[in-house]
């Protein structure tokens, strides 16, 4: 006898858009390591620009604006990372250099949080970063300012406090691979999708956070992201 299975509710992961009650349903989160020079040299690697190094997040691992992030299971040295975020609006496969930005919906504030010891033990072994980067909770994301608000975001500076002391502090203009770089390269391997974020790697300073510790981090011109660590 056939037994009748009730299909069960998955919530879309989605964050805010400025200016507006919409929502950007988020499709997958792709991430840039090593895209600042002084970041690479901080992390012991050179920065000789060398295609970028990708790794993903889950989509369900957005975190909102304002809203608290547990200290990560199973690390006990667990880092901040500010960053650029592009939010895909049109999908492409192959995308050409000349038309990347057409692909971009907007921009936003987010964090890479990551579990470093765990990073470091993977990259010793040879092994993936899944567990260093993709877990619970691990992207905490601002508001995405469309294109179509603010135009597009090459420079700037970047920047994050922990507890009002300032850890991170650079320019997006430093960044070894630009946006339309990003894209072009991403989409050769990945057929970019829209609702797809892509997190563009962070500058030097990153260090670990604690249990109370208050987050604030930003880029010209875009929402600022707060989190407090629980």
Known sequence: ?????????VAQPTVAIE????RFPVHRIYCVGRNYAAHVREMGANPERE????????ADAVVPNGASVPYAPRTSNFHHEIELVVAIGVGGRDIRRETALDHVYGYAVGNDLTRRDLQAAAKNAGLPWDVAKGFDRSAPVAAIRPVS???HVAEGRIWLEVNGQVRQEANLAEMIWSVPDILVELSSFFELQPGDLIFTGTPAGV????R???????IDGLETLRTTIE
Do not use: H, Q, W
Request: hydrophobic share 30%; with cysteine; proline share 14%.
């Open 149 to 151: 608000s603010g135009g």
């Open 1 to 9: 006898m056939n037994r009748i299975v009730t299909p069960f509710t």
């Open 212 to 218: 109370g510790d208050t987050l604030v981090g930003g």
């Open 207 to 210: 260090g670990p956070v604690e």
């Open 51 to 58: 295609p970028p190094c990708f790794f993903m997040k889950p």
């Open 19 to 22: 200016g507006s009650d919409a």
